[in-house]
Antibody, heavy 123, light 111 residues
Framework: QVQLVQSGAEVKKPGASVKVSCTVS????????MHWVRQAPGKGLEWMGG????????IYAQEFQGRVTMTEDTSTNTAYMELSSLKSDDTAVYYC????????????????WGQGTLVTVSS | QSALTQPATVSGSPGQSITISCTGT?????????VSWYQQHPGKGPKLIIF???ERPSGVSIRFSGSKSGNTASLTISGLQPDDEATYYC???????????FGAGTDVTVL
């Protein structure tokens, strides 16, 4: 059974950094690309970035470039998303999502999601 | 500001069919058959219900179907049921800088 289990809620002060983890089971992390999506309170889904197997690089949404880093530890089957220089606008639930297929293959979707991690940024 | 445009709300009575539109541009929906739809109940994570415009994952009800015409994708829910009351998001690959973009979401109300 495929599962993505995320780390617990975080409270951070403006200017700080947060690192959210996503541990997968039921498959090996390197078999599929991992992406991160966030959702501010009462708002919609926002794609933050993910691994592009076509280029072998991690792609970040322009809004987060320079502030976000997505990494993976294959020894523990865990993906990480670190966001720095936090602002109150970064208060949101952060999801990891497994991508099945990829754009260049002509088929892609986010078929499995983590339970979400609430990050609250407040002074 | 979302790159894909969805209606804020759509409603229907039990048993009826409803359609949710998702309008993009020639750099996303218009050029790629890489549209997916997600259902999200309050307090829960998103669930994939349609991928590659028309494909349904195993276990998803046949009452959900997808289509596309030009720059607009659509999700149709037939035989509306109370549990269909949720927020629905479309998503598309885009050749613009964002890579993947979501719509702002559509709240479905079962009257």
């Amino acid at each position: 059974q495929v599962q993505l289990v995320q780390s617990g809620a975080e409270v951070k002060k403006p200017g700080a950094s947060v690192k959210v983890s996503c541990t997968v089971s039921g498959y090996t992390l390197t078999e599929f690309s991992m992406h991160w999506v966030r959702q501010a309170p009462g708002k919609g889904l926002e794609w933050m970035g993910g691994f592009d197997p076509e280029d072998g690089e991690t792609i970040y949404a322009q809004e987060f470039q320079g502030r976000v880093t997505m990494t993976e530890d294959t020894s523990t089957n865990t993906a990480y998303m670190e966001l720095s220089s936090l602002k109150s606008d970064d208060t949101a639930v952060y999801y990891c999502a497994r991508e099945v297929g990829f754009y260049a293959s002509g088929s892609t979707s986010f078929d499995t999601w983590g339970q979400g991690t609430l990050v609250t940024v407040s002074s | 500001q979302s790159a894909l445009t969805q209606p804020a709300t759509v409603s229907g009575s039990p048993g009826q069919s409803i359609t949710i539109s998702c309008t993009g541009t020639s750099v996303d929906i218009g050029s790629f058959d890489l549209v997916s739809w997600y259902q999200q109940h309050p307090g829960k994570g998103p669930k994939l219900i349609i991928f590659d415009v028309t494909e349904r994952p195993s276990g998803v009800s046949i009452r959900f179907s997808g289509s596309k015409s030009g720059n607009t994708a659509s999700l149709t829910i037939s035989g509306l049921q109370p549990d269909d009351e949720a927020t629905y998001y479309c998503c598309s690959y885009t050749s613009a800088s964002a890579f993947y973009v979501f719509g702002a979401g559509t709240d479905v109300t079962v009257l």
